[in-house]
């Protein structure tokens, strides 16, 4: 059974803090690994696709990075603010591309 | 831009009611997927299609059925339903299996009594 773990489960930080989460999986068959952001009352929403040993990507204040070797992928979020205030999914496919998705990373920022 | 569409947004059955979700996608993707969601385990696949009149089981299938009889649409209906299935279900779509992203629709909430 495929295992993704993300940590920390929740996370508080102050405006203008910048923050990062982690999302481990298993470093094995590596197909890609998917980051997703779910605001409250709303639908998850895509962030990144990453399939390449050392890829890194960004997105305005947010970046990822990713190691498949070692089986971790981390999403930094640079001077957080308010609106960045979601939970944080990582997904892995499983060997019939199904998605695999973590329990998530609650981020609260206070203004 | 409508993306993923799910209807309805909500409802409320009787324990041993049947009904079907609509999810609508018009960004010609060959998969789509019915997830629910809930408090504590967060998304678990139910079923899930890679094209047209075609559909598989996902990681908690019973209880469920699902229909691709066109592209752009996908089915999720409960025969009988019970308070196990009181959740909030998502809809997904993709271009590809797994090197592609999904995209959701806003949800329906559902819950019986």
């Given at each position: 059974i495929l295992n993704v773990e993300q940590s920390p489960q929740s996370l508080h930080v102050q405006e203008g803090d910048s923050t990062n989460f982690t999302c481990s999986f298993?470093?094995?068959?590596?197909y890609a690994l998917h980051w997703y952001r779910w605001e409250t009352a709303k639908s998850p929403e895509a962030l990144f696709v990453m399939t390449l040993n050392g890829d890194e990507k960004k997105k305005g204040r947010i970046s990822a990075t990713l190691n498949t070797k070692e089986g971790y992928s981390y999403l930094y979020i640079k001077g957080s603010q308010p609106e960045d205030s979601a939970t944080y999914l990582c997904a892995f496919p499983s060997n019939t591309g199904k998605l695999i998705f973590g329990q998530g990373t609650t981020l609260q920022v206070k203004p | 831009n409508a993306g993923v569409t799910q209807t309805p947004k909500f409802r409320v059955l009787k324990t041993g009611q049947s009904m079907t979700l609509l999810c609508a996608q018009d960004?010609?993707?060959?998969y789509m997927y019915w997830y629910r969601q809930d408090p504590g385990m967060g998304l678990r696949l139910i079923h899930y299609s890679v094209g047209e009149g075609t559909t598989a089981k996902g990681e908690v299938p019973d209880g469920y059925n699902v229909s691709r009889l066109k592209k752009q649409n996908f089915l999720l209906g409960l025969e009988s339903a019970a308070p196990s299935q009181t959740s909030v279900y998502f809809c997904a779509s993709s271009a590809?299996?797994?090197?592609q992203p999904q995209h959701f629709g806003d949800g329906t909430r559902l819950s019986i009594l």
């Open positions: 298993p470093s094995s068959n590596f | 960004m010609n993707h060959e590809g299996l797994s090197n």
